[in-house]
């Protein structure tokens, strides 16, 4: 027969005393009392208004329940329960069914603390706060989350509280740990989102001090979110994890608590209705398109992106409508994050087209390409733009006479007409040179206006690449136009070619644009530009005597900084032969000087603005000495006749 241990033995003698038992009594009726006094105490407050005044803070905070009870010291059950919260920025209202668990003798100290949260039914509704209501806005604030006691729409009132200072604050901080909500709905802006959805984690808040967030977690499990009243995704599925350090909130400012947050995300949704972005097109556009879809990959570590993150964007049978014209397309979109804290955008599309209310067949693109690749090495940083690259392998434009309709809208009173074929690339490093390359060939190309039309055609060649030596591009522009007639009243040209050959090409793009170059144009034959404005007879005469039968003339010129030069070093025609310069400084008006020679005689043309004074029989030396001399569209001569 065994026996039981001495301790057991000891405290068995203890409890069978009559002292001892007496205590064990007292110590269970004071429990019970307590637990019976929390009981009544806990389940008045619940029950009548009380908690409800106490959580109350005037409009900017109401809580609002069916009903709640409590049958254990810090557990509360609760059944619709609404919390609604504004500040000088935000309204937001939650509303669910739940139990928490509450760190009583906290509540001492100003600090509602749950160690424990579950709810079901849950909503969040969230809207930001606008200056005014105007067109800009007004479609968008129709489709924001209503909040029950809050004015609609949700105004800014003038002005922004001061802070509270230490001796008088009295918010009361707020702690949510292991958190687990089931949720019904999250509409935040104009953006709801309908479906499964499930967030846990932890939260805690000192009112106008300070904040910090997780680990948290929230999954939407293919519902749908719609913008306003229409399906914006199907089957939306969403994974975020996050965690923002302790941030305190005086000492940040901008994008500043961005250093603090972490986040992981991972979108996929792929029954996107583009229709639905209609919302921000009204009433002068309209988008919409087939089956599409988003895929995002998002990691951020302390406000880094990190290499790797990417998002994909695939739009079928896009149509973008305008005022203007309806663009149409596949397109594909994505952005990544590359070493070194680069992040690059690339979007292509199979082709484009563009349309518009008129009878002619608008502009194709074949396979254009843009890639822009930005520095954005964290959240906080404004992204600095680095390189920006534009293909266009094939350019077609059936009919010139598609762009009339923009013409008129622009209060342009010309026609256009013709075929235009080309090909484009354009490379920039910013913010230094640039680098491209242009082909267009024009056929059948015809201008209209009031008093004066043309037919040509041709083609434009341009080459530009990187200087080695600094921040300019280097290249050519070639112009050749083939078969050109001018119609003014009743005069016709004659078809006359021209070939324009800019060579030594400088172009300077930073910090302001800058033009200059050596310019050759050749043109034959060269009178038959005189005929609009010559007499039959003095035509004649000029076609004898000067022999204009072809220009060949050269130039230096040089743009940039709202001034402009142009040195004529040679231009001849025949038995005309001239040279000179046009400059346009700055400030000020345009001046110029030019010496036209003949077999018969020397004229100069003295320029002044709009001015224009001809002086005959001058001598070879009319010009000043220092007319060609080096100098800059900055720095304009100040001398313009002899």
Do not use: C
């Amino acid at each position: 027969m065994s026996t039981a241990p001495p301790v057991v033995t000891r405290l068995q003698k203890f409890a069978s005393a009559p002292a001892t038992r007496a205590v064990l009594v007292r110590v269970a009726v004071v429990v019970l009392a307590l637990t019976a006094s929390y009981l009544v105490a806990a389940n008045v407050l619940l029950q009548t208004r009380l908690v409800r005044h106490l959580v109350s803070s005037g409009p900017d905070i109401e809580l609002e329940y069916e009903s709640a009870y409590s049958l254990w010291p810090g557990r509360a059950h609760f059944s619709e329960l609404r919390l609604r919260v504004q500040d000088y920025n935000v309204q937001f209202e939650v509303s669910a069914s739940g139990v928490v668990d509450v760190s009583l003798h906290e509540l001492f100290w100003r600090r509602f603390r749950a160690v424990r949260l579950t709810t079901s039914d849950t909503t969040f509704r969230m809207r930001h706060k606008v200056h005014a209501v105007g067109p800009h806005n007004q479609l968008r604030l129709a489709a924001y989350p209503p909040i029950a006691g809050f004015e609609d729409p949700p105004l800014y009132a003038e002005p922004k509280p001061p802070p509270i200072p230490d001796a008088e604050y009295k918010l009361w901080a707020v702690a949510l740990e292991n958190v687990s909500a089931e949720l019904s709905e999250i509409w935040v802006l104009e953006y709801r989102y309908l479906g499964q959805a499930h967030a846990a984690g932890s939260f805690e808040l000192a009112p106008a001090r300070w904040f910090q967030v997780g680990p948290a977690t929230l999954e939407l499990n293919r519902g749908a979110l719609s913008l306003a009243d229409r399906a914006l995704a199907k089957g939306l599925k969403l994974n975020l994890s996050a965690e923002v350090e302790r941030t305190e909130v005086a000492a940040s400012s901008g994008l500043q608590p961005l250093e603090s947050v972490s986040v992981k995300l991972d979108v996929d949704t792929r029954e996107l209705d583009l229709a639905a972005l209609d919302l921000y097109l009204k009433p002068n556009g309209a988008i919409s398109g087939g089956p599409s879809q988003i895929l995002v990959s998002l990691s951020v570590t302390a406000g880094q992106v990190d290499v790797g993150s990417r998002a994909a964007l695939e739009l079928q049978g896009l149509s973008l409508s305008t005022g203007h014209g309806r663009l149409s397309g596949d397109l594909t979109s994505s952005v990544q994050a590359l070493p070194t804290g680069i992040v690059e955008w690339v979007t292509s599309s199979p082709r484009v087209r563009l349309e518009n209310a008129s009878d002619h067949k608008g502009p194709e693109l074949e396979s254009p390409k843009l890639q822009v690749q930005a520095v954005a090495s964290n959240l906080t940083a404004p992204a600095t733009l680095q390189r920006v690259e534009l293909e266009l392998p094939s350019l077609s434009i059936p009919s010139l006479g598609w762009f009339n309709s923009v013409l008129r809208d622009s209060g342009i009173a010309l026609d256009v007409g013709g075929r235009l074929d080309g090909q484009l690339r354009v490379a920039r490093e910013l913010p230094e040179s640039f680098a491209g390359e242009l082909k267009l060939r024009l056929v059948g190309g015809t201008l209209e206006s009031k008093s004066v039309s043309a037919k040509l055609a041709g083609h434009v060649d341009m080459a530009l690449e990187p200087s080695p030596s600094d921040n300019a591009s280097v290249g050519r522009v070639d112009v050749d136009l083939d078969g050109v007639e001018v119609v003014n009243g009743s005069k016709r040209t004659a078809p006359f070619r021209a070939a324009l050959r800019t060579t030594d090409l400088r172009v300077v793009t930073h910090p302001e644009l800058q033009l200059s170059g050596h310019l050759h144009v050749d043109a034959a034959p060269a009178d038959s530009l005189l005929s609009l404005w010559l007499s039959p007879l003095l035509k004649g005469l000029a076609a004898s005597v000067l022999e204009l039968k072809r220009l060949d003339a050269s130039a230096e010129f040089s743009v940039g900084k709202g001034a402009a030069r142009v040195e004529l070093s040679r231009a001849q025609s025949g038995a005309l032969n001239g040279k000179g310069y046009w400059q346009q400084p700055a400030q000020g008006e345009s001046q110029g000087a030019f010496l036209i020679t003949t077999k018969v005689a020397n004229a100069g043309l003295a320029v002044n603005g709009s001015e224009t004074e001809t002086t005959l029989f001058v001598a070879d030396d009319w010009l000043p000495p220092d007319w060609a001399a080096p100098r800059t569209a900055q720095t304009p001569r100040e001398r313009h006749g002899p």
